[in-house]
């Protein structure tokens, strides 16, 4: 069997954003076809979303992620995903993501036959973008009353642009969201399925991954402007996301 390889580097990827009905819960749609010819085993890196996908003639949850998953999908698979907005996975599927993390999920165990009916509304089709719009009508019947957790969505953004420096990044939190930390992290758990520190670290490399994408700066340049102490800092946290280091994700992406 062929080494993994980053989920982005095989097969071909479009992503565009969710129709008008699904964007006050999902952010985008994407259909990731798996190479005719076969594709080596593919590993999904942590980067906080939370996906419903459409797999296989059925529904799925992926993530959240907080270490990277490997999956072996056949030669000419397709996936579809729904992208969730930030914070707003749990009111969708109504369960805290915590219980969520780092799974892939029937939608049926979760829901029972809800989910297979709506799988079963879904229109089978051979083209793929009238299959993303069925499944887009589909899901929106499913919207869901229960509003989205907008303080989480501002924690969310705040550590995104990251905390002052020399701020300590929970207390920084609590007092810009006047929160007590049991409340925070509770919330969090509910949200992400994880702390701050550890979305803090995911979104701390995926700003890696950006800078590097479109710059020919050092490694050592690039971690300290993603905010790395030093580069092994970014090396640890890059073997410790993704399995490889910085230098290996890279060439992967980049230089196929």
């Known amino acids: 069997m062929s080494d993994p390889v980053p989920a982005q580097a095989t097969g071909s990827f479009q992503q565009r954003p969710a129709s008008a009905r699904l964007r006050g819960s999902f952010a985008s749609v994407w259909v990731h076809r798996m190479d005719p010819a076969g594709s080596p085993p593919i590993v999904i890196m942590p980067d906080t979303t939370i996906d419903l996908q459409w797999i296989g003639g059925s529904f799925r949850i992926a993530g959240p992620d907080k270490e990277p998953q490997t999956e072996v999908l056949a030669a000419d698979e397709v996936v579809i995903g729904l992208r969730f907005h930030p914070a707003a996975a749990a009111a969708w599927l109504g ?23 709506l799988a079963s509304r879904v229109r089978a089709s051979d083209s793929l973008e009238d299959l993303a719009c069925s499944l887009q009508q589909v899901v929106a019947e499913e919207m869901p009353a229960t509003a989205t957790d907008v303080p989480m969505q501002a924690a969310y953004r705040l550590i995104e642009r990251g905390p002052p420096p020399d701020a300590p990044l929970v207390p920084w939190l609590m007092r810009a969201l ?16 994880y702390g701050p520190k550890t979305l803090d670290r995911i979104l701390r490399y995926q700003r890696f991954l950006r800078l590097s994408s479109r710059s020919s700066s050092s490694t050592a ?34 230089c196929q």
């Open 95 to 117: 369960v805290p993501q915590i219980e969520l993390v780092g799974k892939r999920l029937s939608l049926e165990d979760l829901w029972g036959a809800r989910a297979r009916r």
């Open 178 to 193: 006047e929160m007590s930390e049991r409340t925070l992290r509770r919330r969090f758990d509910t949200s992400f399925g």
């Open 221 to 254: 340049m690039l971690a300290a402007e993603a905010g790395y102490s030093d580069q092994a800092h970014l090396v640890r946290e890059s073997r410790r996301l993704t399995g490889s280091t910085p230098r290996q994700i890279h060439h992967l992406l980049h």
